[in-house]
């Protein structure tokens, strides 16, 4: 099982950024996929998640509006784009499956967990 996570960088206040995380190793459609991150000093914080094959998303209150999450069930790939970011968004950010259709963003409900991307939103 591999989740390989793409998309960071550095982006100024206002910019956008889309993230990817591509899925191997299993049936795509029958997990949900979930996005974290975590700053410096923080604690790792769920951000959006969307559920197996109807894709119904979910995401915390600081980036609702911002972020949107989606899932492409051809490419194995679940994406998430960025829209006016914010300093505070400055984190690595990573993907994590779990099979099933609950919509959590409590990372110990996941079960498989890619490497992180670092976004940096800076002047």
């Known amino acids: 099982v591999q989740l390989q996570a793409s998309g960071g960088g550095l982006v100024q206040p206002g910019g956008s950024l889309t993230l990817s995380c591509a899925v191997s190793?299993?049936?795509?459609?029958?997990?949900?996929i979930a996005w974290f991150r975590q700053a410096p000093g923080k604690e790792r914080e769920g951000v959006s998640c969307?559920?197996?094959?109807?894709?119904?998303?979910y995401s915390i209150d600081s980036v609702k509006g911002r972020f949107t999450i989606s899932r492409d069930n051809a490419k194995n790939t679940v994406y998430l784009q960025m829209n006016s970011l914010k300093p505070e968004d400055t984190a690595v950010y990573s993907c994590?499956?779990?099979?099933?259709?609950?919509?959590?963003?409590?990372?110990?409900?996941?079960?498989?967990w890619g490497q992180g991307t670092q976004v940096t939103v800076s002047s």
């Open positions: 994590a499956s779990r099979r099933g259709s609950l919509r959590t963003l409590v990372a110990a409900h996941y079960d498989y």
């Open positions: 969307i559920t197996e094959s109807d894709g119904r998303p």
């Open positions: 190793g299993f049936t795509f459609d029958y997990y949900t």
